[in-house]
């Protein structure tokens, strides 16, 4: 048997879309079939049904109503579908035959536009990667904010690379060419991040009219002259787009290109080691991180920002300076600075109020949203109006009020509208003359309603006549069955209920006619006119994405200025010096959870001794010291004042970091494996102008192997890269490298001992510690005391050993190689060779063998 005329039609549409679920729309409801209906079933925990399809067996069916559509897409699409909806394009009671459908947008991770699913201070980014051979274009697109970052990294043979990048931004969903793919353990990384990424290699010979069509300028204007995988990537997503979402996409009217030397660029690892935007904690919260404090934003956009800012520290000390001064003449400016943040607390979200206007989703209700924000622009520019910063004024001369958008708005929309713009209760009575006209009419005929019933009631004599309504049979006239009797002869019978009977007379259903006829015209005109408003404000849209992305700098400078006073931050002085000088330096989150205690630290390194080596004990604080100096740093170069008394910051242009253990996401190897690979990325990549922070290396292998590594590591760093560096350790032997190379200083945490008890008090001093105090910190962390009795003991006789004489005078890396090879020879001397098997000596000729190359190399 043939299918059902409406089935076939269903079949023809889902071959378009084999990878979505399709969502057919049937009346009140959005229906799904065969292998959607079933996954539909599942994952929405709906009924699953059946439908008679014109074959022998049903169809499995299962639907949800088209009124909470958003709620069902949106959890299908968190769960990595792909949603095409497809909608009825013509009014059913006007329809001859089957009413015609049609796919009207595929909604995907990265192209939602409901904005009651995404975080209003975080981006949702799309992102579009190409590459081919060691070259790759990148494009990071915000569909509801209309941002767009475009890059392209070329010779690049380093995945971690790519990894970074893409994890700047967190994108929620990643298309890609099939030539991507082959990097697998990549895409199989990404996979594991919850990251919904497919395939998309269309051919692009026409890459360039694409781009040049979208943004009406030329590459050379958008900064991708001769970017050949950059223009490659952004024409991938803009047909991307346009497939999906169906719509003119003039929400993306600008682009920022960017490259490595931008700004400072934060590798995954120090964004994680630093918690600068997401905790460490595997839920990644906002609490605890930099971003939680010094977010005082009053709006999303600003929020979105702030975020951005934080991810992209500037490396340019006049842009720096360009924020700084207008966040410092805020911090002196408590009262304007109040008057600005309350008037930006009733500004809506207008970057992505403006992109609802592109995807028609925008109704009456977002329209006064829209005008609410803009009512407060002029007061806003009046405040601005008195400062001097450069930035302020910059901020003072480009906001566009958008006067004309309010009043048009103003004029046309009632103040108290339907949500739903299908049902009328839009327009404003004196905004257009037919729609007056209708509304009268409306009024007029429910008025004569209303007299008709005095008069029948009157004529009659039937006092609990009345007429009423409903949209199965209109209006009618109800009658109490005790006075039935009394029923005059031209009512027509309509309706018996238990108590009444309901009847129609030729002159009710004529003035019905009128009323409901002019009802629904009134309800098609006024759809009619705010489409035609709604397509005019659309046209103005980058206008409006202009002046919200000014409000959002507003509000991120007000924002840190309103941190620095609460919490008695101090403007840095920032410079293209080889310096960083901290006094009285405080780690920004860890002194908002702590009580007054919490211990200041100064610092000050240079190019003449860029390497600090920092011994202590666990806990005394190394590792807060260290990290506090990297965020202070990080806060200057956005704009920020810093937790100190006094800083001067020489710009750097990457902060490195190798903190604690963490899982391998690369290759699943060792935690040593790991903090090699990580150290090798440093290595490889550090300049004389960036900032390393390494903690404990090698610590994950033998002492002397662990020793000779980071001694090997301090040398390379300072006859090579010449980096600042900060490098904690509890391998005191090299504090001996003070003495041999002039670039090293040695630092220690102070540490008060009294009886066997030890207090931290957590000042950084010049010098060496003469210990670890790690039974000390055993004891404190509450371990057994036989456990630290023992370990006494075994210290004690560990220390009076010929192993605490031959590394106490271990002067540099070369004695610590020939320590190992003396090592390596009393080993070989005591070897009982009498009672060793031969698996046993193979094994140990096995051993011998790899000590004796690592030695040689």
Request: glycine content about 4%.
């Amino acid at each position: 048997m043939p299918y059902t005329p409406m089935m076939e039609q269903y079949l023809k549409i889902k071959e378009k879309y084999k990878d979505s679920i399709l969502f057919f729309r049937i009346g009140d409801f959005y229906e799904m079939f065969f292998d959607d209906a079933v996954i539909a079933s599942k994952e929405l925990e709906i009924v699953l049904t059946g439908k008679d399809c014109g074959q022998e067996e049903r169809a499995p069916m299962a639907g949800v109503p088209f009124h909470a559509a958003d709620f069902y897409i949106d959890k299908l699409v968190k769960k990595g579908y792909k949603v095409a909806i497809c909608e009825q394009l013509e009014d059913p009671a006007y329809a001859k035959g089957l009413v015609e459908r049609d796919v009207i947008r595929v909604f995907t991770p990265g192209t939602v536009i409901n904005t009651n699913s995404l975080e209003e201070k975080s981006n949702n980014y799309l992102l579009s990667i190409f590459k081919e051979g060691d070259g790759y274009g990148l494009s990071f697109v915000d569909v509801l904010t209309g941002e767009l970052f475009v890059t392209q990294i070329t010779k690049c043979n380093d995945i971690r690379k790519i990894y970074d990048e893409i994890m700047r931004y967190s994108p929620s969903e990643i298309i890609a060419n099939n030539d991507f793919f082959e990097l697998k353990r990549l895409v199989k990384i990404l996979n594991s991040s919850k990251v919904f990424i497919n395939k998309y290699d269309k051919v692009l010979n026409n890459a360039e009219d694409i781009i040049i069509t979208q943004f009406n300028r030329s590459l050379k204007d958008l900064k991708l002259e001769r970017k050949k995988y950059a223009i490659k990537s952004l024409a991938s997503v803009l047909l991307y787009l346009k497939e999906m979402q169906k719509v003119e996409l003039k929400q993306l009217n600008n682009l920022t290109y960017y490259e490595d030397n931008s700004f400072m660029l934060l590798d995954n690892n120090t964004i994680r080691n630093l918690e600068i935007v997401y905790s460490i904690n595997r839920d990644h919260s906002k609490s605890g991180t930099l971003l939680s404090v010094l977010d005082q934003t009053v709006t999303p956009m600003g929020g979105r920002l702030l975020k951005r800012w934080l991810e992209e520290p500037l490396i340019d000390v006049e842009k720096i300076n360009y924020r700084l001064n207008s966040v410092s003449e805020l911090y002196n400016d408590y009262k304007g600075r109040l008057d600005i943040r309350d008037i930006l607390k009733g500004i809506y979200d207008l970057e992505r109020l403006s992109s609802k206007l592109v995807y028609q989703n925008i109704n009456a209700k977002d329209l006064l949203s829209i005008k609410i924000s803009i009512e407060r622009l002029p007061k806003l520019k009046q405040l601005l109006d008195k400062y001097k910063s450069n930035y302020l004024k910059e901020i003072f001369s480009k906001l566009d009020t958008l006067q004309d958008i309010h009043d048009l708005i103003d004029k046309s929309i009632k103040d108290d509208p339907s949500s739903n713009v299908k049902e009328g209760n839009i327009i404003k009575d004196g905004f257009d003359k037919n729609i007056d006209e209708l509304r009268r009419a409306s009024i007029d005929g429910k008025s004569w309603i209303a007299n008709l019933e005095s008069y029948e009631k009157e004529k009659t004599g039937i006092k609990t006549l009345k007429i009423g309504y409903n949209k199965v049979f209109g209006y009618y006239i109800e009658v109490s069955k005790s006075y039935i009797s009394s029923v005059p002869e031209n009512y027509i019978r309509k309706q018996t209920l238990a108590n009444a009977e309901r009847y129609i007379t030729p002159e009710l259903k004529e003035i019905e006619e009128k009323i409901l006829g002019a009802e629904t015209k009134l309800v098609e005109m006024e759809y009619e006119i705010f489409d035609r408003i709604r397509e005019q404000i659309k046209n103005e849209i980058y206008r409006i994405q202009m002046t919200s992305r000014y409000i959002a700098i507003l509000d991120v400078l007000v924002s840190l200025a309103t941190v620095a006073e609460t919490n008695n931050y101090v403007k840095p002085i920032v410079n293209s010096s080889d310096r960083i000088v901290i006094k009285d330096g405080r780690h920004p989150v860890i002194e908002t959870i702590m009580d007054d205690s919490f211990i200041s630290n100064d610092i000050e390194i240079d190019d003449k001794k860029p390497i600090m080596i920092i011994t202590g004990p666990n806990m005394a604080g190394k590792s807060t010291y260290m990290r506090q100096v990297a965020l202070i740093v990080l806060m200057a170069q956005i704009g920020s004042f810093v937790p100190a008394s006094y800083a001067e910051i020489g710009v750097v242009d990457r902060i490195f970091t190798r903190v604690g253990a963490s899982d391998d996401l690369f290759s699943g190897q060792s935690t040593f494996m790991v903090e090699m690979n990580e150290v090798s990325l440093i290595l490889n990549s550090a300049t004389k102008n960036s900032l390393i922070i390494l903690d404990e290396v090698g610590r994950g292998t033998s002492t002397y192997d662990g020793m000779s590594i980071a001694c090997a590591i301090l040398e390379y760093i300072h006859d090579k890269i010449k980096a600042k560096t900060m490098f904690a350790t509890h391998y005191h032997e090299l504090t001996n490298l003070e003495d041999k190379l002039d670039g090293i200083k040695n630092y220690n945490i102070s540490v008060e001992e009294t009886d066997d008890e030890i207090i931290f008090l957590r000042k950084i001093i010049p010098g060496a510690a003469d210990k670890s105090y790690g039974i000390q910190v055993a004891k404190l962390a509450g371990l057994p005391d036989e456990v630290i009795q023992n370990a006494k003991k075994i210290l004690n006789n560990l220390e009076n050993s010929d192993l605490e004489v031959a590394t106490t005078f271990m002067p540099t890396q070369i004695d610590i190689f020939s320590l190992e090879k003396e090592t390596l020879i009393e080993e070989i001397v005591d070897l009982d060779i009498e009672n060793i098997t031969p698996i046993q000596a193979l094994n140990y000729l096995y051993d011998l063998k790899k000590k004796a190359l690592s030695l040689r190399m």
